[in-house]
């Protein structure tokens, strides 16, 4: 098994192993927490039940209320009633009774079907609905009794187009000489349905309506609790929640003594807490999935490409010239980074092939000046005797050639290993002059300018005898002119302009580039090809040097070198 995958490996068991351990130990902790949850939901949906069932009771209340002798409508009923009332008066309290029921019935809507019923009669009045056939408010299932009134459990309605459960209240209307007539109201449509539906989980979870003595006077789930068996014994009046025949139950008592249970049975309250708890495990199982997935992408998008950089920088340090094959990531960022450090690659190694080869150049032009100056020391001390002899002899013009050639090897010699400056250059320019002329014997006139700012410029020596020399072998005439201009700008610039008669391109690039070429010419022997190189080795790609000529046309030579410190100018 390879280091990676022993590291994904370790990271991999080093996460699932605590995971484990820890999802073991905390099983039943959490299992207590999950039923505690429950239980908690289930007591606040049936105290929310019993809430809104004494909400709709106390609405019965207050409507049968408003309906009773006391009330207005009780005192119209009471007109209808009375027999000595002429036909007109009875018209009269029948639709203001009907207009009074509307009005209540309308204002309260969680009101369902009213109407004033006769038990001696077994008749009803001024119901705002039709009643079923056998409508027998006696026979409901009673809840409990207060104050006259008889409020009766949830049951089907009497309402002829309602099957639905309703709450339902009866009260006396107390009329004077009739104890027979009652007000009937039931709830609304579907509010005790929804009332006993309510309900927060996903469970389902049955409700239980018990009386005061505890008998079942409704039940969801017949086949297990029948209404009429009495419900505390086989739990205890004072228990408020318990197990029972295979059902969890959870108990209130409103302040009327009736009671409201909710049940659910013991497979689904088990469900409920399994499905809890493979949601937690779920969820830490997708985190747990997350983490590694997490170090799997550090590794691959992070660690890996580091690695890889690490292996590189560790190649270019052993061996710097070294430039291998572009690595890859597969990732945009660290792709760039490594093609970035090869191309750094590259470019060192290309230095350090640079930096070799101008050494070597360094070393040919030191090697080739040492033997351009091997001659020049013997011959000032024979052309110091010539200068004598030549004074002594009346010879002005030997002298003259003699004192030239003297001082151009003087300046040869004399500076070896220093800087010389561009005064000095263009007096050692005079005096090659002077030699030329004289040997020669052709008159040609020789233009210098320079700025005074200029002359003190530190340069490589016998940069201008080349180029002025290449005028002179290049077809000048005595009527030929050579103009020398040295101005300063941001670098020094160095135009030598002839009349000549011009070279050809193909004759400019012989001069620059053929060693072998210059060799075999007179003159000094420093050729083009030296100031080229010179210029590569001083100045690198900083410096210039631009020749433009044709045939027959002359020829214009611009140098531009830029303007550094005197350390920098060794011959």
């Known amino acids: 098994m390879t280091l990676k995958k022993r590291i994904f490996l370790l990271f991999f068991l080093s996460a699932f192993i605590p995971f484990i351990s820890i999802f073991a130990i905390s099983y039943y902790t959490i299992d207590s927490i999950f039923a505690n949850k429950i239980d908690d939901g289930i007591r606040s949906s049936l105290q929310q039940v019993n809430s809104s069932l004494e909400n709709s009771?106390?609405?019965?209340?207050?409507?049968?209320?408003?309906?009773?002798?006391?009330?207005?409508?009780?005192?119209?009923?009471?007109?209808?009633?009375?027999?000595?009332?002429?036909?007109f008066e009875l018209i009269e309290a029948r639709d203001e009774l009907k207009s009074e029921l509307s009005v209540v019935t309308f204002t309260n809507p969680n009101i369902g079907?009213?109407?004033?019923?006769?038990?001696?009669?077994?008749?009803?009045?001024?119901?705002?609905?039709?009643?079923?056939?056998?409508?027998?408010?006696?026979?409901?299932?009673?809840?409990?009794?207060?104050?006259?009134?008889?409020?009766?459990?949830?049951?089907?309605?009497?309402?002829?187009?309602?099957?639905?459960?309703?709450?339902?209240?009866?009260?006396?209307?107390?009329?004077?000489?009739?104890?027979?007539?009652y007000i009937y109201v039931e709830s609304g449509f579907r509010l005790t349905e929804d009332i006993l539906g309510a309900n927060q989980h996903n469970t389902t979870v049955s409700h239980l309506i018990l009386d005061?003595?505890?008998?079942?006077?409704?039940?969801?789930?017949?086949?297990?609790?029948?209404?009429?068996?009495?419900?505390?014994?086989?739990?205890?009046?004072?228990?408020?929640?318990?197990?029972s025949r295979g059902y969890h139950w959870f108990?209130?008592?409103?302040?009327?003594?009736?009671?409201?249970?909710?049940?659910?049975?013991?497979?689904?309250?088990?469900?409920?807490?399994?499905?809890?708890?493979?949601?937690?495990?779920?969820?830490?199982?997708?985190?747990l999935g997350f983490t590694v997935f997490l170090a799997w992408l550090l590794w691959k998008m992070v660690y890996r490409p580091l690695s890889l950089f690490h292996s590189e920088i560790n190649s270019m340090s052993s061996n710097p010239q070294t430039t291998g094959g572009q690595a890859r990531t597969e990732i945009p960022e660290f792709d760039f980074l490594l093609s970035e450090f090869s191309n750094m690659q590259?470019?060192?190694?290309?230095?350090?092939?640079?930096?070799?080869?101008?050494?070597?150049?360094?070393?040919?032009?030191?090697?080739?000046?040492?033997?351009?100056?091997?001659?020049?020391?013997?011959l000032m001390n024979t052309l110091d005797t010539v200068h004598w002899l030549a004074v002594m002899n009346g010879q002005g013009e030997i002298d003259k050639l003699v004192q030239a050639l003297n001082k151009?090897?003087?300046?040869?010699?004399?500076?070896?290993?220093?800087?010389?400056?561009?005064?000095?250059?263009?007096?050692?320019?005079?005096?090659?002059?002077?030699?030329?002329?004289?040997?020669?014997?052709?008159?040609?006139?020789?233009?210098?300018?320079?700025?005074?700012?200029?002359?003190?410029?530190?340069?490589?020596?016998?940069?201008?005898q080349p180029l002025v020399e290449n005028s002179l072998y290049h077809g000048l005439s005595d009527d030929g002119f050579i103009q020398i201009e040295v101005t300063y700008t941001s670098t020094l610039n160095i135009?030598?302009?002839?009349?000549?008669?011009?070279?050809?391109?193909?004759?400019?690039?012989?001069?620059?580039?053929?060693?072998?070429?210059?060799?075999?010419?007179?003159?000094?022997?420093?050729?083009l090809n030296y100031v080229h190189r010179m210029l590569q080795a001083q100045y690198g790609d900083q410096a210039q040097l631009v020749i433009q000529s044709e045939p027959g046309t002359?020829?214009?030579?611009?140098?531009?070198?830029?303007?550094?410190?005197?350390?920098?100018?060794h011959d």
């Open 57 to 87: 009771i106390t609405n019965l209340n207050h409507v049968t209320q408003q309906l009773s002798y006391s009330g207005t409508a009780g005192k119209r009923l009471q007109q209808f009633l009375n027999p000595s009332s002429d036909i």
């Open 113 to 181: 079907l009213t109407l004033y019923y006769f038990q001696k009669e077994g008749t009803t009045q001024f119901g705002n609905f039709p009643i079923k056939d056998q409508f027998s408010p006696e026979s409901l299932p009673a809840l409990f009794q207060s104050y006259g009134i008889q409020y009766h459990s949830p049951h089907i309605s009497m309402n002829r187009f309602n099957d639905e459960l309703v709450l339902s209240a009866m009260r006396k209307v107390k009329l004077p000489g009739r104890e027979d007539v």
């Open 212 to 243: 005061a003595e505890g008998n079942t006077v409704y039940s969801e789930i017949p086949r297990t609790i029948r209404v009429g068996e009495n419900f505390n014994t086989l739990t205890g009046a004072s228990a408020q929640d318990g197990i």
């Open 251 to 287: 108990k209130t008592s409103s302040p009327q003594k009736w009671s409201v249970v909710s049940v659910i049975s013991q497979n689904q309250y088990q469900q409920e807490k399994n499905q809890w708890l493979v949601r937690i495990l779920l969820v830490a199982l997708f985190f």
């Open 346 to 378: 590259h470019q060192i190694g290309d230095l350090f092939t640079e930096v070799q080869q101008k050494e070597k150049i360094r070393a040919d032009l030191e090697v080739e000046k040492l033997l351009y100056q091997i001659n020049p020391h013997f």
């Open 408 to 464: 151009l090897l003087y300046y040869n010699l004399g500076k070896l290993g220093q800087v010389s400056t561009m005064q000095e250059e263009l007096d050692a320019l005079r005096q090659y002059l002077i030699l030329q002329q004289i040997r020669y014997d052709f008159e040609f006139d020789v233009r210098i300018t320079a700025d005074e700012q200029v002359l003190q410029i530190p340069v490589p020596r016998f940069i201008l």
């Open 495 to 527: 135009l030598i302009e002839d009349n000549g008669s011009g070279m050809s391109e193909e004759a400019i690039q012989k001069l620059l580039n053929n060693r072998e070429a210059e060799q075999e010419k007179v003159g000094m022997g420093i050729g």
């Open 554 to 569: 002359g020829t214009s030579m611009l140098l531009k070198l830029p303007i550094k410190g005197e350390d920098t100018h």
